[in-house]
């Protein structure tokens, strides 16, 4: 809230030309800093070129996987990568408590048209299908972005000569 107040024979045109250009100034920088709903999308996007990675390993092998984002707004972007976990509704796929997903670098922040790549890895111990499903906590918080990333893993032990030696390697 502005308030002026003039009184006496201090009135002039001078003086009324300033309290309006004041005023308005006032109310551009009023709007510059709220904004509203329907350009906050326009000030803060990510984009991710795939949703999903997939990794396919021996027993004890670490396998690797990527995903690149882009921050396409106009805002720079704190985030932090997260493990969503909401349990699973299928009692054969609750979790064993092992960690077997791993992300490098899990926070920092993007700023406008830059492209970060972050490389995820998988390990397991014993053979078997695994997933998990992480997201991208934001600061601001963006609306109307896919922010989930699906990681799944296989772990399957055969003996062919061709196994045994990436194994040994």
């Known amino acids: 809230v502005f308030h002026v107040e003039i009184s006496g024979n201090d009135v002039n045109d001078e003086h009324l030309l300033n309290i309006q250009l004041i005023s308005l ?8 800093i709220s904004g ?18 997939f990794f396919y390993s ?3 092998i670490m ?3 990527s995903v690149t984002i882009k921050n396409t707004g106009k805002t720079c972007i704190y985030y932090k990568w997260q493990k969503n976990n909401k349990p699973f509704i ?9 960690d077997r997903f791993y992300c490098h670098y ?9 492209e970060r790549k972050f ?4 390990f397991s111990e014993k053979n078997g299908v695994f997933s998990e499903e ?11 972005c896919d922010l989930h990333l699906h990681l799944s893993g296989l772990v399957h032990k055969y003996v062919d000569e061709y196994s045994e030696k990436v194994h040994q390697l």
């Open 119 to 122: 490389t995820f890895s998988f």
């Open 36 to 53: 509203n709903d329907d350009n906050e999308e326009h000030f803060s996007n990510i984009e991710f070129n795939k949703h999903e990675l």
């Open 58 to 60: 021996l027993p004890n």
């Open 134 to 144: 992480w997201f991208l906590a934001t600061t601001p918080p963006l609306k109307n």
């Open 25 to 32: 100034t006032l109310k551009v920088f009023h709007l510059e």
């Open 90 to 98: 299928l009692e054969e796929k609750k979790s064993d408590g092992i």
């Open 106 to 114: 899990t926070d920092s922040k993007i700023f406008p048209d830059e």
């Open 63 to 65: 396998a690797y996987d």
